[in-house]
């Protein structure tokens, strides 16, 4: 394997276009030969991986199915069948599994998405908020004129602006976009820390397979895909999930607990993460943020957890080293490298900065979308398993400290060593400061394969 | 040397399951049944017999080659096949099922070929022993811990968690004073039953998350 068709990829898969505006249009099919029109017309302004060669686009295009949206394309029972059982389910029923209860539970999320309606996520990302409306106006248009679709609802989303400068912040006021994984065959600028470790402490990209159907995973396994293989084939899934953040709660919590923390309030709030708010690994700088380590992709995400087994430096609970630990494991990495994935998304809502006044109700939050070729092997796994339990760390119950669903009685340890800046600290009583307003599982085709869905060309024989 | 290792005892029993065509349901489906119905938090059988760490009683129907080019192969048998992580040894230990889960077990084995019930004791030894293979690798997380100490050690580690939470920056004497207290408490405290110190999830894993 040396090169992708990058053409023939949706370009959401292969980049994180780094555009300062969204919006998600969630559609309805009503009648399969005008939906499939409809992709058809969509087709032509569907944003591919091809490379921009800098000239970047001011807008993009990209396209992705529920199971529910592909039985309304009438794709035939063989191929619908032929899906993993977790996307044939939806993430509604995957609840359980999820650790989706209490207030993530489903009977409160938002009625969109309780309802089992939504057939596909149309996602427009753009320079400019003008430039969005024109597109997605032109666009509904389309829509309503081939009568292909009905709009249920759609979702904005934009990078929060500071000092008149778009930034990667998210609303509890953390750098983030850090962590995503590099993969064979994926042009783009990969940086140490991406990959996965070898043995001799360098980083290579991971197997494409864990990234796209149709090509060897880590096992050297094809991903397990529909049929036919050319359906499969350059596509992957999608796990949208609208994340709401209670930063009323989260600021209060960070000052009463601080009060208690000789550290400061500033590094109590790095080790919930294992980053300084600026981005700064902990591991790398455990006394204060350091921009030059921050900025430095040659350093940002190099760095591996072997000489800091205690969690003086980074807390073992911390939300990185959880959901990606390196060297943790041992076994070379094995009982990590299949449970990655890329994360797409922006934050949703009026950013407040520190200081301004808050509340839990102001409808703010990120939209996060993970992209993998199994959605349970990957983003279940790391959720059930390394944010809503703490067994594979030695954490016993615990949960991710942001992320879990904690519902009051939360606890994360902050390992801490003799010296008076850095003492541990057990933080009790934790409450959710995030919580799950829906999402769903949606396949993203290939160009090829959004093709023969809209010529009626799938066939499994 | 087979089934030991340090203090914890790997056993495997295999007993043949009673092939009677008259038997609606058959046997095997009986022993699926009350196995599917006993509880695995404080009221398991096994929670309540002493010295399991884990155990796992399966019904194994026939062998399956799965592979190319398929080759059929069939045991001669139905097998219920029991197996347990245990303390110590095997005769104190099936003498410690045989006095508390007696009725269970005659419930469960009373399915299977040539079974003398719990009541006739040295038979129902002899029974097993009979049935049991060798185990030559089995899980042994447990660092040769008996399971009362093991149960002792996760009481502690809780209780201790949960005072340090609760005295953080206290002044030294009143936490000298407030730990002398509570580890004469936690000494005094009775050992925490089998089983029930496991979270309440209602998560099922397996080998997709299901």
Not at chain 1, 5 to 17: P, S, W
Not at chain 1, 270 to 294: Q, V, Y
Not at chain 1, 445 to 456: E, F, K, N, Q, V
Not at chain 2, 76 to 95: Q, T
Request: overall charge negative; glycine content about 10%.
């Amino acid at each position: 394997m040396s090169k992708l068709n990058a053409t023939d990829i949706q370009g959401f898969v292969l980049r994180g276009y780094n555009l300062p505006v969204a919006r998600y249009l969630f559609l309805h099919f009503e009648s399969a030969p005008r939906a499939r029109s409809l992709i058809a017309r969509l087709l032509a302004h569907v944003t591919t991986g091809q490379r921009w060669d800098g000239s970047k686009p001011k807008i993009t295009v990209n396209i992705a199915f529920t199971h529910r949206g592909l039985v309304h394309l009438e794709l035939p029972d063989a191929t619908l069948l032929s899906f993993p059982v977790e996307f044939q389910q939806g993430m509604k029923h995957r609840s359980e599994i999820l650790g989706d209860c209490g207030v993530n539970a489903p009977e409160r999320w938002e009625a969109i998405w309780r309802e089992d309606r939504v057939h596909a996520w149309l996602g427009i990302n753009a320079l400019t908020p003008d430039a969005l409306d024109a597109r997605c106006s032109a666009m509904v248009s389309d829509i309503e004129e081939t009568g292909g679709a009905i709009v249920l609802g759609s979702q904005d989303a934009a990078a929060v602006v500071i000092d008149g400068k778009p930034t990667t912040k998210e609303h509890f006021g953390y750098t983030d976009g850090f962590g995503n994984p590099d993969y064979l065959g994926v042009e783009r600028s990969s940086q140490p820390g991406q990959g996965k470790l070898m043995p001799n402490g360098s980083w290579a990209p991971l197997a494409t397979g864990e990234l796209l159907l149709g090509y060897a995973d880590e096992a050297g396994e094809i991903p397990v895909g529909p049929v036919p293989h050319l359906l499969a084939s350059n596509g992957t899934f999608m796990v949208y999930r609208k994340l709401h953040q209670n930063v009323a709660t989260f600021r209060g919590f960070l000052e009463r607990q601080a009060a208690a923390y000789a550290g400061g309030k500033e590094k109590l709030a790095a080790k919930f993460i294992g980053r300084w708010r600026d981005g700064t690994p902990i591991e790398l700088a455990p006394d204060h943020p350091d921009p030059s380590i921050a900025q430095d992709p040659n350093r940002n995400t190099n760095f591996t957890y072997g000489a800091d087994a205690e969690g003086t430096r980074c807390p073992i609970g911390a939300h990185i080293r959880r959901v990606h630990p390196r060297d943790a494991f041992g076994f070379n990495g094995r009982l990590i490298n299949r449970r990655r994935i890329t994360r797409r998304g922006l934050p949703y809502g009026r950013f407040a900065a520190e200081g301004d006044p808050v509340s839990d109700t102001e409808d703010r939050g990120v939209i996060f979308m993970a992209l993998n070729a199994s959605i349970s092997r990957q983003f279940e796994f790391v959720q059930q398993q390394w944010v809503q339990y703490g067994n594979d760390a030695h954490l016993g119950n615990d949960k991710d400290p942001l992320m879990g669903n904690h519902g009051g009685h939360g606890r994360f340890v902050v390992q801490g060593d003799l010296s008076r800046a850095n003492p541990p600290l057990i933080c009790s009583h934790l409450p959710d400061f995030v919580e799950l307003r829906g999402g769903d599982y949606f396949f993203l085709p290939s160009i090829t394969a959004l093709g023969m869905i809209a010529m009626g060309l799938v066939d499994p024989r | 040397m087979p089934n030991k290792n340090g203090s914890v005892y790997g056993l495997t029993i295999l007993s043949p399951i009673i092939d009677d065509d008259k038997a609606t349901p058959s046997h095997d489906l009986q022993i699926r049944d009350y196995l599917a119905r006993l509880s695995t938090r404080e009221d398991s059988p096994f929670a309540v017999a002493p010295g399991t760490h884990l155990a796992r009683l399966v019904v194994l129907d026939d062998v399956i080659y799965v592979g190319m080019p398929a080759c059929e192969e069939h045991l001669k048998s139905k097998y219920l096949i029991f197996e347990s992580n245990c303390d110590g040894d095997l005769d104190g230990y099936l003498h410690g099922l045989a006095d508390t889960i007696a009725d269970h077990l005659d419930a469960i084995w009373k399915h299977c070929v040539g079974y003398p019930g719990a009541a006739n004791r040295q038979a129902f030894v002899d029974y097993m022993k009979a049935c049991q293979l060798n185990t030559t690798f089995y899980f042994a997380a447990v660092n040769d811990k008996s399971v009362e100490e093991t149960l002792r050690a996760l009481q502690t580690k809780t209780a201790v968690a949960d005072f340090i939470a609760t005295h953080q920056g206290a002044d030294p004497a009143t936490l000298q004073r407030e730990f002398i207290r509570f580890a004469a408490e936690l000494k005094a405290r009775p050992i925490p039953r089998p089983g029930s110190m496991g979270p309440l999830r209602d998560i099922k894993t397996g080998g997709h998350n299901e």
